[in-house]
Structures are given as structure tokens and as C-alpha cells.
């Protein structure tokens, strides 16, 4: 339920992994909850983000993906799952709960931004060598790898716009800049 998944996140200090699609999470998600979408490069991704791998985790799923979840998890070596949220975000706002969510820009809109001054920061979060091929100019290289070690680079009055090449990175990115 809303309320024992909450508990867990307080008591057991469990990080909410939400391993839906992109759009969903965009659309709607629960505050301070990491996106590592299941369709993705999960495995890797959850390797080099969640450094603990006895770290408490809570799941936001798919309905009916849950068991696949905890299965990918524990092929990586993540068997501290405590749970997941039945009924998901849905079950989480009919519970009154508070939702964040993403807006997307086109790189259209960002370019008439950036030069209208408009803009804020490009984060570049692909890999260095991705980033030297070719990248926006003016971007900053921040790879998604290591952004655990360089969060104090970052201005919290700055507003942020995350790029990479498909938008998985970036979403991952922007949910633990959130959190």
C-alpha cells in the first residue's frame, strides 16, 4: 500500500527505484524516486548508480513486472528489495500523495532558448568520448557514470537541461538531480 511503501522508504532509508517507461515517469512519479527504466541498460546502469548493493530498495513497476524486476536486481547481486508499490503511481496519488513530474524540450525549442539567452545549463550526460565526437555547444560534459561524485559542481539556483542521445540517460539523470 501507499502507506506501508512510504513507511519503508522512512524506516528502512529504501531508495524508490521506478523502472517504468520514460513517458511514464515523466508524466507522473514520486518525488525523491530514481528512474532506471527496465527497457533500457538497466542492469549496467543499476550497477554504477546504486553503489551499495545491499542498499535497500523499494520498486514502482509495470503492473505484473515486479517479479521480472526483482529477478534482473538479483542477477546483479541487488537482493535487498523490500518491496513494491501495489497499484503503482496510480495507487500512490488516489492515495492522496504528492507526484512530480518532467517537461521535455525539443532541441528546437532549447536552441531558440540559448539564443534568446533564455537558457539555463546544457548537461551533456553521455560519455566523454560520445561527448568529443560532437555535442551542443556550450553544453558541459556531466557523464550519468560519475554523477554521484560530481553533484557538488552543481548550482541548485541553476536550472539544468539534460541532454544525451536517446533521452534514457538524461531522464536518469534529471531523477537524481531531483531526489
Known sequence: TPERFEELVENDEALMLDTRSKEEFKEAHIPNSIFIGIDGDFAPWVGALITDIKQPIVLITAEGMEEEVVTRLSRVGYDNTHGYL?????????????????????????AIKMKNNLAGTVLDVRRPTEYLSQHVIGADNFPLDYINKSMNKLDRNTTYFIHCLGGYRSLIASSILMS
Not at 503511481?89 to 532541441?107: M, P, Q, R
Open 86 to 110: 501495489k497499484g503503482g503511481v496510480d495507487a500512490w496519488k488516489a492515495a492522496g500523495k504528492e507526484v512530480n513530474s518532467l517537461n521535455s524540450i525539443t532541441a528546437d525549442a532549447l
